[in-house]
Structures are given as structure tokens and as C-alpha cells.
């Protein structure tokens, strides 16, 4: 098998932080030999996330079993979604920002036995739904646990109890058509109703000033994205909570922000 030397875009400070972890939960539990040390299972776990390699091509670069990367990956990714803070903890921030932004996003997967549930009808193919919340300068702030891929963005939003938060927290929060009907502190663009008069020279300006400011949002889930593993999750469902959790976590490492 041919094999070349590869580069993970992060900085040494994300390396570092996953392996105190992994040094701490090993002390923790008194475990006496792995095959891996924390920075060498730190960097595995890294490989996997940023740049989505595969469990088999892992273990061929790291010499060690594909069972046995396996694990060692599930359990940083543990490590990690463990710190990762709940939507309480983020509104301490958000509540201070200028506005917010809040948004969908569609993070595809495998087929699955039970493919109904998962499957969007918006972006055509099977997913999982996980809200992002973004600042005004572009970052992102909080992402949601994920939902399957049928339910709707503003279900969502009110399943994770976001929109009580933000109103509760004050917060003005931009939000796209999708959200129409959530009120409060939400502002949406405006909508033409069929059979209604066309837009006014008003509202379409509205529109595209809201539009600008919603667009701070996308580019903060481009960021999310900038982690190749959810390219396409090819795993169950129910790890895609864990796996964004913990990307959240690396991703305020690397930004130097929000991190524990």
C-alpha cells in the first residue's frame, strides 16, 4: 500500500488541548499502556474530524487496528461533546451580543434502515438538522444537538427551546423565511402571500438589508463545514449529536474563544 505524508489545517493549541484531555481521562481511569500516546491519539482523532479520513486509512498511518482506531476516536469525540456547553451556557454570550443570527443547516448521512424520518424534502436527500447560532462577525456561536432531517427549522428551533432563550435573553436574532411564525424576538424577511399584492419598494429593500445580515450566518456554518467528516456522517444518526459537539468545542479552541 502506497502511502504519503498528509497536513491537518490546525493550529498546535487544538493538538495540545484534545491530548490534555485524553491524558486527564487516562490518569483519571489508571489506564497503564495504549498503543497511541494522548498527542499521537489527539492527532487520530484530528485526521478523522478535519480532514474526514477514513477509520481503515487511520489505522494503516498510525499502525494500529481499524477496531482500535475506532475507539480511540469515539473516545475523544466523548471527550470532547462532554465539554461542550448546552444552550444555557451559550446564551450567557449570546445575550451580550449586538444581534444574532440563527439559521439550519442539513448535515447529510448514510441511508439508514429507518429512512423516512431522515430524509429532507427541501434538500432532497437523507440528513440530520442542526441549528446554528452566529455572531455579527461571522462566527459561530452555538450549534443545537441534531434532529432527523424532516423536521422543519422552526420546529427545531422551538424543540431546543432557542426561541423562548433569545426572547427571554432580549436578544434581536435575523433569522430567514423559514422561521416566519416564530415572533418575538425573531426577525424574518417579508413574504409574498399568493394572491397578495406584490412586495412594496420598501420591504424589498428590507429584504436585502435582512439578507446581508443573514448572510453572516451562512458563512458560519461554512466554517462548521470546514470540518470534512460532515461532509457525509457514514455512521448512525445518533452519534451525529457527539460529533458536532465536539467540533464546537475544537472550534472555539482553534478561534481561541469560548474554550474550557
Request: glycine fraction near 6%; aromatic fraction near 6%.
Amino acid at each position: 500500500m502506497l502511502s504519503y505524508p498528509a497536513t491537518i489545517p490546525l493550529s498546535s493549541r487544538t493538538l495540545n488541548h484534545l491530548a490534555e484531555r485524553i491524558r486527564g481521562h487516562r490518569k483519571q481511569r489508571r489506564s497503564r499502556w495504549r498503543r497511541l500516546e494522548p498527542g499521537r491519539q489527539a492527532l487520530l482523532a484530528l485526521a478523522h474530524l478535519r480532514n474526514g479520513d477514513t477509520y481503515t486509512r487511520l489505522a494503516t498511518g498510525f499502525e494500529i487496528g481499524v477496531a482500535t482506531a475506532w475507539r480511540y476516536v469515539q473516545e475523544a469525540i466523548a471527550l470532547l461533546a462532554a465539554a461542550a456547553g448546552d444552550l444555557a451556557t451559550a446564551m450567557e454570550r449570546i445575550r451580550r451580543l449586538a444581534y444574532a443570527i440563527l439559521d439550519g443547516t442539513l448535515i447529510p448521512i448514510d441511508r439508514v434502515a429507518d429512512q423516512r424520518p431522515y430524509y429532507s424534502g427541501k434538500q432532497k436527500h437523507h440528513g440530520v438538522n442542526v441549528q446554528v447560532i452566529a455572531d455579527a462577525a461571522d462566527r459561530l456561536v452555538w450549534a443545537s444537538p441534531a434532529l432527523p432531517g424532516s423536521v422543519h427549522d422552526l420546529t427545531a428551533a422551538r424543540v431546543h427551546g432557542i426561541i423562548e432563550a433569545l426572547t427571554r435573553a432580549d436578544v434581536m436574532t435575523f433569522a430567514d423565511k423559514g422561521y416566519q411564525g416564530a415572533h418575538r424576538s425573531v426577525r424574518t424577511p417579508f413574504k409574498r402571500r399568493r394572491f397578495r399584492p406584490k412586495l412594496s419598494r420598501r420591504q424589498k429593500a428590507v429584504n436585502r438589508a435582512h439578507a446581508k445580515t443573514r448572510a453572516r450566518g451562512e458563512r458560519a456554518i461554512a466554517t462548521l463545514k470546514t470540518w470534512k467528516i460532515l461532509n457525509k456522517l457514514r455512521c448512525c444518526p445518533r452519534r451525529a449529536t457527539p460529533i458536532v459537539q465536539a467540533i464546537l468545542v475544537l472550534h472555539h479552541v482553534e478561534a481561541n474563544r469560548y474554550s474550557a
